[in-house]
């Protein structure tokens, strides 16, 4: 008895909660308004209860309990109004999932190669993507407004405020005009750079810890989330964007040069014709140095590599500046017998693109498809054609945005005689019009639209039977209850709503499928006929000839009912925080993952989430010797397992997983087997015995993490609550990760204990379910028995620390990252994402 009132009292054990989309405030976390922060600052926190700021001198408090902490990061992607700028960015975004959708390699054999040839043909994509925006910005500025409306007197009327371009002035000679107007895409490539490096100082310019994830040879299968340099992109943005940079400036540059020199060579001027081709030469050597830094190399994960390529970074955005600045002056030369006619030659600047991106989409199938077939995994989504189908839909949308602009653009400078609300401007006999393949993309628009309506009416017949189907059994799996159809058909509803979560994949496949051979077919038309959809069928079959009509004047309503909804979403976000926290959770899915592919697009806020929880983890448990188990809903889930990788194995063995309405199998797995698939989580689970995960039927997010949703109820058995007062399903057997299906709702009827509904939850208030509880104090008493064998076996026993309490193990404390002395893995590992 004497030696239990001189034993001290164990260090009080920690929750860490992680929310996910949507947000949470600390309130609504920790379940209590008054909190305080324990660490962090106003963009990303760490929480308590006020009453548990202290814990740690007070574990007798706390005997029987964790303290709750709570981590908040939403402010990471929906934080000031400047949030809402980043819809302008969506394709940047998209294009950068595909780079992280490949399917999964083995880690011996050829593969490595053909996992480089992937991450560069993504590359290459997004850097179409940057010359794309920049190209329809010149079409606006240039084509549009400098070349076409000015030179057809439709601007510059007596009281117009460009009356300065008119014929005549000094401003109004062609090659001046395009001068002028080559500042608007000069500044929008700008303003990209400047976005990109500021997000690039706070996030991938931050060092990672040192000590925390155990360095990874190359080859060695470990899982990439694991590897010290992952969530570490200074060197590989760094030289994105400087290439991003000069290709949009070169774009500029080249719109510029090609008309004037293009006039050079006809007017016979021997200087001017020879500055033209000294000139055309150096945009082609720029666009050779350009490729050559977007393609030379890729990311490194094995290490953090503090290196900055200094030649690339510098001194290819500041040539291009250079050459940019001498091709306006080039272009403001005196010359005056010209004028602008017709059009600048927009179409086929857009067609090599369009091209260009279609046969890289296409190649990148070829790719996936051979790396699929070295490790087959039928549960990953579109049997390893998930990334193809991503890299498709961010050039649809990256062509309906530009194309869009340009559209509504020239409709309001025609004044009405094109389709779409009446401008400012007076019609004239040829009104400005934008590339006839620009009116062939948005032709193309009402077909999709209308095989998208079917697929969705299919979708919903499909639940609606499924839902009928469900309904049957539901009043069985509450024994006891008397049955209730209505209650029933609610319940089957939820669960057959999510189920079509399932089939998410074959949506998108038949979006990327169709929109790939729309945008042959448009391609094919605008080339062969050289006129808009309307004039190409005309004498045709008149069916047919009022089909083309129809598809044009409505495709050019539908991007002006398009354009103006973004921007008024847009305007929304940036001044309403509700709404901007609804674009948020856009971001929260798609900017998980770092730039590897887009430097433009928005960050990756888990370079900043996912070092935030290790430090955390690594810094209490090294401090107190506690147990800590860390807690993630949703996205948060995701943030938690790759945080848990993160950690050294001394600190993992202290740190248990509970994870609930989880998307790492179900969405993740499916959509990133590379890096979710069941190799990584299977890796991440034998490392980390101490893991649960609850999911509910309802739940159209969340599901089980090792094992597929589609198979059943998972290896917590089928739905059946012997007790309506408590969980559905019977406890997860051990060794066993899910528990699930849980009972959603808790109660089939009203009774006694509840006399009101139950609400069917879904994918949310897990922690009001029992099973919460229950499986995190197991998981807490299952750390707790390692440690006490640890300390009875010790030598001696534990030296005493402060206050009498056990000092805590010696677990190295995390250090800034700095540059290694020598690197002992190869710059690009096997494994790495090119």
Do not use: K
């Amino acid at each position: 008895m004497a030696l239990e009132l001189l034993t001290p009292p164990r260090p009080p054990a920690l929750e860490l909660r992680v929310h996910g989309v949507h947000g949470a405030s600390p309130d609504e976390l920790l379940g209590d308004p008054r909190t305080v922060r324990i660490t962090g600052d106003s963009t990303a926190a760490v929480f308590r209860r006020a009453r548990d700021a202290d814990a740690e001198a007070h574990p007798e408090r706390y005997a029987g309990r964790p303290v709750i902490e709570a981590y908040c990061w939403s402010r990471l992607t929906s934080g000031n109004g400047a949030r809402a700028l980043w819809l302008l960015l969506l394709p940047f975004m998209v294009v950068n999932l595909a780079h992280w959708a490949r399917p999964a390699a083995p880690a011996t054999g050829p593969e490595p190669r053909a996992v480089r040839t992937y991450g560069l043909l993504v590359r290459v994509l997004a850097l179409s993507l940057t010359l794309l925006l920049i190209a329809a910005a010149c079409e606006v500025a240039l084509d549009l407004l400098a070349w076409q409306c000015a030179g057809s007197g439709t601007c510059t009327g007596p009281r117009s405020r460009l009356g300065f371009l008119a014929p005549g002035h000094w401003w109004g000679q062609p090659g001046r005009r395009l001068a002028l107007g080559a500042l608007v895409p000069a500044a929008l490539t700008g303003l990209l750079w400047f976005l990109s490096n500021r997000t690039w100082s706070a996030y991938e310019s931050q060092p990672p810890p040192t000590g925390t994830a155990a360095p990874a040879a190359g080859g060695d299968g470990a899982p990439a989330l694991g590897r010290p340099g992952f969530w570490y992109g200074r060197r590989i943005v760094a030289r994105l964007r400087a290439a991003h940079t000069a290709a949009g400036l070169l774009t500029v540059a080249a719109a510029v040069a090609a008309p004037t020199a293009r006039y050079d060579r006809r007017a016979g001027s021997p200087v001017l014709e020879a500055l033209g081709w000294t000139v055309e030469g150096l945009l082609a050597a720029g666009a050779v140095a350009v490729a050559w830094v977007v393609c030379r190399r890729g990311r490194t994960e094995a290490r953090p590599d503090h290196r900055l390529d200094r030649a690339a970074v510098t001194l290819l955005p500041g040539s291009a500046l250079a050459l940019l600045a001498a091709v306006l002056l080039y272009a403001g030369w005196s010359r005056p017998g010209w004028t602008s006619t017709g059009r600048l030659p927009g179409d086929f600047a857009f067609g090599v693109l369009m091209l260009g991106q279609g046969c890289c989409v296409l190649l990148l199938a070829a790719v996936a498809v051979h790396l699929y077939r070295l490790a087959p995994d039928p549960a990953s989504a579109l049997y390893g054609l998930g990334g193809p189908a991503i890299a498709m839909l961010a050039c649809a949308l990256g062509g309906v945005m530009s194309g869009g602009v340009a559209q509504r653009v020239a409709d309001w400078l025609d004044g009405g005689t094109a389709p779409g609300p009446g401008g400012i401007l007076l019609s004239v006999p040829t009104p400005p019009a934008p590339p006839v393949l620009l009116s062939w993309q948005a032709a193309v628009l009402p077909p999709l639209l209308l095989v998208l309506a079917l697929l969705a009416a299919w979708f919903a017949v499909r639940g609606a039977r499924a839902r009928r189907r469900l309904a049957a059994g539901v009043a069985a799996e509450y024994p006891g209850e008397p049955p209730d159809q209505d209650r029933s058909r609610r319940i089957a509803g939820a669960r057959a709503a999510a189920a079509l979560t399932d089939s998410a994949p074959w949506f998108v496949a038949a979006v990327s499928g169709i929109t790939l051979v729309l945008g042959a077919g448009a391609l094919a038309g605008a080339w062969i006929s050289g006129r808009v959809p309307g004039e190409a069928a005309r004498g045709a079959h008149p069916l047919l000839e009022t089909a083309a009509r129809a598809a044009q004047d409505a495709g050019s309503w539908l991007i002006g009912l398009g354009i103006a909804a973004f921007v008024a979403w847009g305007r929304r976000a940036y001044r309403d925080p509700a709404a901007r926290r609804t674009v948020g959770v856009l971001w929260d899915v798609g900017t998980f993952w770092p730039r590897a592919a887009h430097p433009f697009a928005p960050p990756c806020y888990a370079e900043r989430a996912v070092p935030d929880l290790t430090w955390r983890m690594t810094g209490w448990t090294g401090r107190t010797g506690g147990r800590l188990v860390i807690s993630g809903h949703s996205q948060g889930s995701v943030l938690a397992a790759a945080a848990v990788w993160q950690l050294p194995p001394q600190v993992r063995s202290r740190v248990a997983l509970l994870t609930y309405g989880s998307p790492l199998r179900r969405l993740y797995g499916r959509w990133f087997p590379a890096y979710f698939g069941p190799g990584p989580l299977g890796a991440l689970h034998g490392e980390l015995d101490c893991w649960r995960n609850l999911w509910r039927a309802t739940d159209p997010i969340g599901g089980p993490v090792l094992t597929d949703p589609r198979d059943g109820a998972g290896p917590a058995g089928p739905l059946g609550p012997a007790d309506p007062h408590g969980p559905a399903e019977p406890p997860a057997a051990a060794g066993s990760v899910d528990r699930g299906p849980l009972a959603d709702p808790l109660a089939y009827g009203r009774s006694a204990r509840h006399p009101l509904p139950a609400p069917i939850l879904g994918h949310f208030d897990y922690q009001s379910d029992p099973a919460f509880a229950a499986e995190r104090d197991a998981l807490l008493a299952r750390l707790a028995g390692p440690a006490r064998r640890a300390r009875s076996t010790a030598p001696g026993g534990p030296p005493a620390g402060r206050g009498g309490t056990p000092a805590p193990p010696a677990v190295p404390a995390p250090r800034v990252s700095r540059e290694p002395a020598a690197p002992a893995a190869p710059e690009d590992p096997p494994e790495t994402a090119g």
